[in-house]
Nanobody
Framework: QVQLVESGGGLVQAGGSLRVYCAAS????????MGWFRQAPGKEREFVAA????????NYAPSATSRFIISRGNAKNMVYLQMNSLKPEDTAVYYC????????????????WGQGTQVTVSS
C-alpha cells in the first residue's frame, strides 16, 4: 500500500504562483511513478502532470505545459508541482497519485490517490 498526502494549496491571484506538495509513504513508495491530477467543480478529474522514477521523464497536459513544473525529491518519496502564471480556470482540487506502471494520462491506471488540496485562483 502507498499513502499519499498533499499540502500547499491555497488562494492566489491570477498571474501568481503556488507550489503543492505530495508526500508518499509505504514500503515501495519510492519506486512508483507519481502524478498530479485536478478536478474543478462540476467537471471530471483530469491529468495535469506525471514524473517517472528517475525524475527525468515528465509528461504534461497541454494546459500545464510551459506554466507548471513537476519534480521529485532526492529521496523519491516527495513530488512537487510548481504552478506559475496561474489562471482562474486552474481553480480545482489537486490530487497526487501513484502507480507502479508507467506514465499515463488515464485515471484508471493510477491505483493510489491522496485526499486532495484546494487551489483557488482569483481574477
Amino acid at each position: 500500500q502507498v499513502q499519499l498526502v498533499e499540502s500547499g494549496g491555497g488562494l492566489v491571484q491570477a498571474g501568481g504562483s503556488l507550489r503543492v506538495y505530495c508526500a508518499a509513504s509505504g514500503r515501495t513508495s519510492r519506486t512508483y511513478v507519481m502524478g498530479w491530477f485536478r478536478q474543478a467543480p462540476g467537471k471530471e478529474r483530469e491529468f495535469v502532470a506525471a514524473i517517472d522514477l528517475s525524475g527525468v521523464l515528465k509528461n504534461y497536459a497541454p494546459s500545464a505545459t510551459s506554466r507548471f513544473i513537476i519534480s521529485r525529491g532526492n529521496a523519491k518519496n516527495m513530488v512537487y508541482l510548481q504552478m506559475n502564471s496561474l489562471k482562474p480556470e486552474d481553480t480545482a482540487v489537486y490530487y497526487c497519485a501513484a502507480t507502479p506502471g508507467g506514465i499515463s494520462r488515464q485515471l484508471d491506471v493510477w491505483p493510489y490517490w491522496g485526499q486532495g488540496t484546494q487551489v483557488t485562483v482569483s481574477s
